[in-house]
């Protein structure tokens, strides 16, 4: 046996060459040795380690097989959120997005020639790998930590599975790296890979897999990680996330510097010019797709130059820098079997259609849907029809087409059902009512819905399982099919009833003992303080997504004036239209919406964050654009500011309209506009709605009269700062989360109104026109040092 140090030697030595080895395997297709040789190295690695277990370090090749398995996933909070694209799936659609960005960098674009509109964008093309998209934490070159995507801001922490994948490297090789890199990429299973491991689940009597990246989502997502080393995964980046420390000016650039330590990149990677040359590159990865050793859904642009993807910055939940351009779908001929009827969280009725299984762009497919009945008769479709089935963005199986001259003579037609498939309440079609200038018309929705609310176990599961989401009151534990059972037996019917639920009655539940009842009873009890935007989006109100849940509860502050609100305040507030605003305004008017919000409270429900109406929205309303929102017939908002300037009080307004003389003087209105406002006015029922629109403004502090606030205690409150050109020491998001953290609204503009332009190197024309209306400027390290002091004094 060789003593310690002559083993550590040799041990060092075998690692090495092992990595070396992977590395020129797995990563760059060029292995050196033969198998044999490579098997007898690894050998003589485990044998030293177990003659000398104090030797052993996670770093080793050998720890790649898996260590125990997890009784679950911890959660991971990404740092930096790992958000997805937004989608072309025509050429317009990229010569779109192309145009967007030439128009978002502006200036920042060097001029092309004389009768050109500057220069064409650099790009960062590769294949859009169909996986599983993970992140790779990098200490120090250690790799530290795995974790899958999940909603963008949180994932799993899957570190012991990432480790068992043979060319994610567990140290960086060479030198230079950041002290903390965090990879991005994406886990997928190849063609050969897939078929093995579905012939070996056959083999053994197991289920195959439907596509690779099913294969590959699940064995990345096992709590063994020995089940997850025996797996045919790799690894491919294309990004970075959170990183401390200096890397290189462009998106090629830093994926090549990834490469260099020892990352597997794609080797279709390529940078173009403009457009037209991302277009060729689309069109000859898809004539090479189907020889590809691994399955794609498309093609991924991204802007190659970081300064710029930092100016251009992101909308929602997709940088303005990137975009998939997806493949067409894929098509196949079955038969529809039947038509099903499914009842979902608001009631809809939708129908389901149930197909002849069929392989379409390699997944099974048995269902499809139909959207609603009107999409049933857009297509003529009948059951026994043989149908033209595709899978769009190759994911969501959808009915395109019926092959009409296949139709059988027992053809039979699709009729919605008259009563509930689940709770036997009636099914009515919905009505649409479209409001404008004063006026409603009623029209017949494309949606059925079972008039049965909560007492429709469907609708009843559908809205608990959505209350106690992890978006929602994130109540752990309580998952779909304990929500099922919970109501089944009679237990919930309501999301107030969770509140009320015992230990006798968990206990007899079947799948509980003694300590999960008691985790389960406790989890609910921590849920009773959400914070109001939570329990807003938690109530399911039809179109209020989390989005919209945080604005109200942001702008008003408190859940009895979002209870109150009158459709026509809500739509003051920004993104919120009418139909969304009569959607929640409808809702809380429903007594028995009421009696559960009651309830909840009665129960202990305690809500976080309530407080008064922003400041933003303080004295936000004036009269011209009230007077416009009235949608009295032939007044626009010219005529409105008229009126409003004439007039300057609601009362003052309707006194005019009756007063044919006064308004017959009035500059500015026609005829008709004049006879439109007495009508409207001499309606008793118009003058009680404006009336009480105008009260509720006024006890908002949101009418024309009230008075303006600021954020207090904030030291930019009040202010609008802009923020133009490349930041160094962060990105552009963070700056402006800082900012709007001390009270600043940040905006896309320059304008008198600015307070302040923070200007980086490749600042163009908004620095011009801080200039030219002697704006304060600073640069970023004149920035960080105002933020520094403005974070030290509060």
Same mark, same amino acid.
């Given at each position: ?43 003589? +690695? ?15 090749? !050998? ?21 997805? @694209? ?24 060097? &001029? ?6 500057? &220069? ?24 530290? #930590?795995? &974790? ?7 994932? =799993? ?32 299973? /190849? ?21 690779? #990246?099913?294969? *590959? ?5 096992? +709590? ?22 200096? $890397? ?43 020889? +590809?050793?691994?399955? %794609? ?71 499809? !849907? ?59 079609? !919905? ?22 609310? $909560?007492?429709?176990? *469907? ?13 929602? @009151?994130? %109540? ?5 099919? %304990? ?30 003992? =003694? ?11 921590? /849920? ?33 004036? %979002? ?15 009418? =139909? ?13 919406? #009421? ?67 006064? @308004? ?9 506009? #004049? ?40 030291? $930019? ?6 923020? !133009? ?61 105002? $933020? &520094? ?6």
């Amino acid at each position: 046996m060789p003593d310690v140090q002559t083993a550590a030697q040799r041990i060092s030595q075998l690692r090495s060459q092992i990595d070396a080895h992977n590395h020129r395997y797995y990563v760059l297709d060029e292995p050196s040795v033969p198998d044999a040789e490579y098997d007898r190295l690894f050998r003589e +690695l485990q044998a030293l380690e177990a003659e000398h277990p104090q030797l052993v370090t996670a770093q080793s090749p !050998t720890q790649r097989v898996g260590g125990a398995a997890l009784a679950a996933f911890g959660e991971v909070r990404h740092e930096v959120p790992m958000l997805s @694209l937004g989608n072309a799936f025509a050429e317009d659609d990229l010569l779109d997005f192309d145009r967007r960005v030439r128009e978002g960098l502006g200036d920042l674009l060097p &001029a092309a020639d004389l009768f050109g509109g500057g &220069a064409p964008v650099e790009y960062c093309c590769e294949p859009k790998l169909d996986g599983l998209a993970v992140s790779l934490l990098y200490r120090d070159g250690v790799l530290v #930590r795995g &974790a899958t995507r999940g909603d963008g801001s949180t994932g =799993e922490d899957i570190s012991s599975n990432v480790r068992t994948l043979r060319n994610v490297p567990l140290q960086l090789q060479g030198e230079g790296y950041p002290a903390v890199l965090e990879v991005r990429g994406e886990v997928f299973m /190849s063609k050969a890979g897939f078929e093995a491991l579905n012939a070996r689940q056959l083999a053994s009597g197991g289920k195959p897999f439907a596509n690779p #990246r099913n294969a *590959a989502a699940g064995s990345l997502r096992q +709590l063994d990680p020995k089940i997850t080393a025996s797996r045919p995964l790799e690894f491919c980046c294309y990004g970075i996330g959170q990183v401390e420390g200096e $890397l290189a000016a462009t998106q090629v650039g830093i994926l090549q510097q990834l490469k260099g330590w020892g990352l597997p990149i794609s080797r279709e990677l390529k940078k173009v010019e403009g457009a037209e040359q991302c277009l060729a590159y689309y069109r000859d990865i898809g004539e090479r797709r189907s020889s +590809l050793a691994y399955e %794609i859904d498309g093609v991924v642009f991204k802007v190659n130059d970081i300064g710029y993807q930092r100016e251009l910055g992101f909308r929602a939940r997709e940088p303005r820098w990137a975009i998939a351009h997806k493949f067409p779908a894929s098509e196949e001929l079955t038969e529809l079997l039947d038509v099903e009827f499914q009842v979902g969280r608001t009631g809809a009725v939708t129908p389901v259609a149930r197909l002849k299984p069929v392989q379409v762009a390699g997944v099974t497919v048995s269902n499809a !849907t139909l959207h609603n009945m009107d999409e049933v008769a857009r297509l003529g479709l009948m059951i026994g029809d043989t149908v033209i089935i595709r899978r769009a963005g190759d994911v969501i199986p959808q009915v395109v087409q019926v092959v009409t001259e296949r139709r059988p003579a027992d053809a039979r037609p699709v009729h919605i059902p008259e009563q509930c498939p689940v709770c036997g309440s009636a099914v009515e079609r !919905t009505q649409l009512v479209k409001r404008s200038k004063g006026r409603e018309t009623l029209s017949e929705g494309a949606v059925y819905r079972c008039v049965g609310r $909560l007492s429709c176990q *469907a609708q009843l599961k559908q809205a608990i399982i959505h209350f106690v989401s992890r978006r929602a @009151l994130d %109540i752990e534990g309580l998952g779909d099919k %304990i929500v099922e059972q919970l109501v089944d037996v009679g237990l919930v019917a309501s999301p107030a009833d969770l509140f009320t639920l015992t230990y006798e009655q968990v206990v007899a539940l079947e799948g509980f003992a =003694e300590l999960s009842t008691r985790n389960l009873l406790t989890a609910i009890d921590a /849920s009773r303080k959400p914070t109001l935007a939570r329990f807003i989006y938690a109530l399911g109100i039809p179109d209020v997504g989390e989005e919209t849940a945080k604005l109200l509860a942001r702008a008003l502050g408190s859940l009895a004036r %979002i209870e109150q609100a009158l459709p026509e305040v809500l739509t003051w507030l920004p993104d919120i239209g009418a =139909e969304v605003a009569y959607e929640i305004h409808n809702f809380f008017a429903d007594s028995h919406n #009421r009696q559960v919000l009651r309830q909840l409270l009665e129960r202990g429900i305690q809500l976080q964050g309530e407080g008064e109406l922003h400041a933003e929205f303080s004295a936000c309303t004036t009269l011209a654009a009230f007077i416009d929102k009235l949608q009295i017939p032939f007044i626009a908002s010219t005529g409105a500011e008229k009126l409003a300037a004439q007039t300057g009080s609601l009362q003052a307004l309707i006194e005019l309209s009756q007063d044919w003389l006064s @308004l017959s003087a009035l500059k500015g209105l026609n005829e008709k506009a #004049r006879q439109s406002l007495r009508d409207y006015f001499a309606n008793p029922a118009n003058v009680a709605k404006a009336c009480l629109v105008e009260a509720q403004l006024r006890d908002f502090g949101m009418h024309w009269q009230s008075q303006k606030q600021v954020i207090q205690g904030l030291p $930019l409150a009040g202010q609008t700062w802009v923020l !133009t050109g490349t930041l160094e020491a962060m990105s552009r998001d963070q700056a402006k989360q800082q900012l709007e953290a001390l009270g600043a609204k940040v905006a896309g503009s320059v304008s008198a109104r600015t307070h302040c332009v923070v200007a980086g190197p490749g600042a163009g024309s908004k620095l011009d026109k801080a200039t030219e209306l002697a704006l304060p400027v600073l640069d970023e390290a004149a920035f960080l040092e105002r $933020l &520094a002091e403005l974070q030290a004094n509060e």
